[in-house]
């Protein structure tokens, strides 16, 4: 009995002093991001030096070049790129759209969507069908579809206190819009922007003919909230209006790019990997700072954070810069298929694809023992106001490592302003907030602290304390 009384006291006091030990260590990474941090210096060259960064672009070479240069710098124990093959889509000379009602030509904003086809050379102009889902779609019928362009005008749901998930409720639209109003012989599409905000700016965002023939696919692009507005208001009130729109993008043979990627190689457990990151490409209209650029010197930042407050990893820290989130996921199935050829155990994933915004926690892919354990960190990040802590998603990136016991994770800036910028024109450097940006990276720097020092398995942990 006594022997176990002891026990029970020895555990406590451990525990107590493992506490006092994490707080500090986090107390240390976050003065070291707001006081010294590298994010937004960063960011500023990949957003106004470089600028935005399609997959199979110059920009996205450059990007790759740069990352690495910087990452070089910081003494890591290996810095390398992984070669990926990626789609190379251009958007041509900018779109133009107009529908008159009247005799009065009213012009609207429009863009072409990630992978559309152009229209012919003279633009197309027929009369447009306004539709809120794929369902008014299949009751119209071909009848009254065939040689119409269709008109995608669901908006993101308001009241959604998550963003995302209203994102989520209304982005079918714009991926499959076109394959399936070409079912029915539309001769293109125009999809409402996704965005809650109400402004003259389109946004882009990838979609997809599934295993349509090159010659049945028709040209999609989206148009701004406000124009989207105008357009239902003018058919609400006259029939058979005419919409017209020009856009000469184009699709060329997938070309050689390339994952970034860097490492402090574990002291104790080499073989047990760890990685942070966010995906280096972005769509074009703007720079990418906030999608996904804040990810990508965030996760930088985290591997410079560590060794500049003199801690050594137990196991190894990988960031990885994926290349091709937007409109193919390459990267990330490369990374992942790499990692398992070599055997790799990666037992925790963390992205940042969310925005430079204030951090607010996370979510988890994870069983029930690993989430638990990451609960019990939740105390630490009390102090930094960061309390969201709940099972989900992760992040696109690095859900192709999950496995059955490892942890993957998002950090969870606040959403409220994200879909303002996402995919925009508007998604530029000076609207990321410095000490928002290196709160995040702090944030996302002290998880892997934590998943470093305990691993993903809490009973292991406390066999090893009591021994």
Request: net charge negative; proline share 3%.
């Amino acid at each position: 009995m006594k022997t176990k009384l002891f026990t029970i006291i020895l555990c406590c006091f451990l525990t107590f002093n493992y506490a006092q030990e994490d707080e500090t260590v986090l107390r240390t990474l976050y003065t070291a991001s707001l006081t010294d941090g590298m994010s937004y210096e960063w960011l500023d060259h990949l957003s106004n030096e470089i600028g935005g960064r399609l997959s199979g672009s110059k920009n996205a070479e450059l990007a790759v070049q740069y990352t690495k240069a910087e990452l070089e710098k910081l003494g890591l124990d290996k810095v390398w790129l992984q070669p990926v093959m990626v789609p190379k889509w251009e958007r041509g000379e900018k779109e133009k759209a107009f529908f008159e009602v009247a005799g009065f030509v009213n012009e609207v904003n429009i863009c072409a969507l990630g992978g559309s086809v152009a229209t012919p050379k003279d633009g197309i102009s027929s009369e447009v069908v306004e539709v809120q889902n794929f369902e008014e779609l299949a009751a119209l019928g071909k009848e009254n579809i065939e040689g119409k362009i269709v008109f995608y005008n669901r908006p993101m749901q308001a009241d959604l206190i998550s963003t995302f998930n209203a994102y989520g409720g209304c982005v079918n639209q714009r991926y499959a819009g076109a394959m399936e109003a070409g079912k029915y012989g539309a001769v293109g599409v125009i999809v409402r922007s996704m965005t809650l905000r109400k402004d003259d700016l389109p946004h882009t965002g990838s979609m997809s003919y599934g295993d349509l023939p090159v010659n049945q696919r028709i040209p999609s692009a989206a148009i701004s909230t406000n124009d989207a507005d105008l357009l239902s208001k003018a058919l609400k009130k006259n029939k058979g209006i005419q919409f017209y729109f020009k856009q000469s993008c184009q699709q060329f043979e997938d070309v050689l790019s390339y994952n970034v990627i860097g490492e402090i190689t574990g002291s104790k457990f080499p073989n047990e990997y760890i990685i942070v990151g966010g995906h280096l490409d972005s769509w074009d209209l703007g720079d990418g700072a906030h999608d996904d650029g804040a990810g990508v010197v965030q996760s930088m930042d985290v591997l410079r954070l560590l060794k500049k407050s003199g801690i050594t990893p137990k196991r190894t820290i990988r960031v990885v810069l994926f290349m091709n989130e937007e409109n193919g996921l390459r990267g990330a199935t490369e990374y992942a298929k790499v990692a398992k050829e070599k055997n790799e155990n990666h037992i925790f994933a963390l992205e940042s694809d969310a925005g430079g915004f204030t951090p607010r926690g996370f979510s988890f892919a994870a069983n029930e023992t690993n989430f638990n354990q990451v609960l019990g960190w939740k105390a630490l990040f009390k102090p930094y106001l960061i309390h969201y802590f709940e099972l989900g998603g992760s992040g696109a990136d690095v859900g192709p490592l999950k496995s059955e016991t490892n942890v993957l994770a998002g950090l969870r800036p606040d959403s409220q302003r994200y879909f303002d910028h996402h995919h925009a024109a508007n998604d530029t450097f000076e609207h990321v907030n410095k000490r928002e940006l290196e709160l995040g990276a702090a944030t996302m720097v002290s998880l892997v602290y934590l998943f470093d020092k305990y691993g993903v398995n809490p009973i292991t942990n406390h066999r090893k304390i009591k021994e």
